[in-house]
């Protein structure tokens, strides 16, 4: 299974971004699939993920403004993310396990022996 994303780039304060994130392979059933985002030397976080039945998660710091949907028939994953913000600049990277479950918090994870896998990611760049 490969992950990449595509859509990065640099805004201003409240503008708009989709990122794009292909998937090629086979993850079979009972997947989930979402968005984390990290800073150098951070911890990636989770932002927003959906699970193959279609239910969604958001991190609190998103919610409202951000919102990921999935083209099943493309084998795309989307995060289209508006009124962004500063803060929001980070490296996001796509990531899906399978089997794997969704968890409140805007992340997902593989179940104990499925197998997880992540795009490289792209920059997104909030300037003031």
């Known amino acids: 299974v490969e992950l990449v994303e595509s859509g990065g780039g640099s805004v201003q304060r409240g503008g708009s971004l989709r990122l794009s994130c292909a998937v090629s392979?086979?993850?079979?059933?009972?997947?989930?699939m979402g968005w984390f985002r990290h800073d150098p030397g951070t911890t990636r976080l989770g932002v927003a993920a959906?699970?193959?039945?279609?239910?969604?998660t958001y991190s609190d710091s998103v919610k409202g403004r951000f919102i990921i949907s999935k083209d099943d028939t493309k084998n795309i994953l989307y995060l289209q993310m508006n009124m962004l913000k500063p803060e929001d600049t980070a490296t996001y990277s796509c990531?899906?396990?399978?089997?794997?479950?969704?968890?409140?918090?805007?992340?997902?994870?593989?179940?104990?022996?499925?197998?997880?896998?992540w795009g490289k990611g792209t920059l997104v760049t909030v300037s003031a």
């Open positions: 392979g086979d993850t079979g059933g009972s997947y989930c």
């Open positions: 959906v699970g193959s039945d279609g239910g969604t």
């Open positions: 990531f899906t396990g399978a089997p794997g479950v969704l968890q409140s918090g805007g992340f997902c994870h593989a179940r104990k022996g499925g197998k997880e896998y």
